[in-house]
């Protein structure tokens, strides 16, 4: 059994072992066992081959967990260990190997035109997903630049709203200023016609617009206290009209 041991230390330190020089070795070093060629190993009949394939344990097809299969096969080995048996075994192993190869060459083979038809049509989905992931980028520096592009006319578009309206109420000031200054014909307009009752009206109107509008110079010029005053004086010395209209 310590020889057993010795063998799965020798196989787990296999690939760690230097290389031989050429030219250049010991002439002490131990002869390589004979190596078959796998044209030799393979059966001349299908059936022979489906017998071998059946005669594979099944745990070499299992796909649980790390299974090594050179621990696998030390651990079957008898106490007594025969170099006949170990051959037998090796070479029963090896025909399995190149039975498995060959059945998977010859499944790659006809699937051959199947590979080549998924393998383009994977590339050209990836084509495909470069080009929609280019019109993404795009799309979405576009979006990013129509968003400020509308933030800039939603500004502009408030601030011209914003001065719309700030006209009108200098347009809706301007023509009661307007109105403020054709006051004066109008007073004298209803004074001639002896309305007095529209000519107090108008100059209460006249008053409360010009006190609104104070603060403009044109509207400063008209006096509103002397304006009423004249109306209101008009108004006395023509008292007994104004009652008889009345």
Known sequence: MDLTKKLRSLVGRQGQLPEPAIGGGSATCEPALPRLKPSSELPADPSEEEEVLSCIEAIY?????????????????PEELDL????????????QLAVVSKRVSDLILQNQSWYALELQRVTELQENLDEACSVCIRGR??????????????????????????LLGLLRSLHLI?????????????????????????????????????????????HPPSLCGAVCHASFCHWPSICLQL
């Open 61 to 77: 097809c299992s796909a649980e967990g790390a299974f090594d299969a050179s621990d696998h096969e030390l651990k079957k080995l």
């Open 141 to 166: 520096r576009s979006l990013s630049c129509s968003r400020r592009e509308l933030t800039v006319s939603s500004l502009g578009l408030l601030a011209a709203c914003r001065r719309r309206q700030q």
């Open 84 to 95: 006949a048996a170990i051959q037998l075994v090796r070479t029963v192993l090896r025909r």
């Open 178 to 222: 307007k109105a403020l200054q054709e006051t004066d014909a109008r007073l004298r307009e209803l004074l001639e016609e002896e309305d007095y009752p529209g000519a107090i009206q108008l100059g209460l109107t006249c008053h409360r617009a010009a006190s609104t509008f104070r603060h403009y110079l044109c509207v400063g010029q008209v």
